[in-house]
């Protein structure tokens, strides 16, 4: 299985097993990583689990599609890096990926 890991906005990490198929917010949720808050569930509807993608990863993990994007314009400090995690999928060459949480969700 994939591992994860999260690091909050102060620094503090957590590496969690992810299982390929899932995202990497559902990941967060059934491992209680704390800074992804998910109110929608998943639906790409809210953005409150807006993550910093660690730039080496950023050609792996691959750029927002429009809907990703539009709804971005929601969260909190967007930066060239940021994703919904909601929106990446775990897949076996995404084993280390370091996603970084914001300071706040929307």
Known sequence: MPNIT??????????????????VMETAIRNEVPGIEAECGGACACATCHVYVDEAWMPKVGQPEPMEEDMLDFAFDVR???????????RPELDGLVVRTPERQG
Do not use: K
């Open 6 to 23: 999260y690091i909050d906005a102060h620094g503090e990490s957590r590496t969690v097993e992810g299982e390929v198929g899932a995202t």
């Open 80 to 90: 060239p890096n940021s994703r919904l995690s909601c929106q990446i999928r775990i």
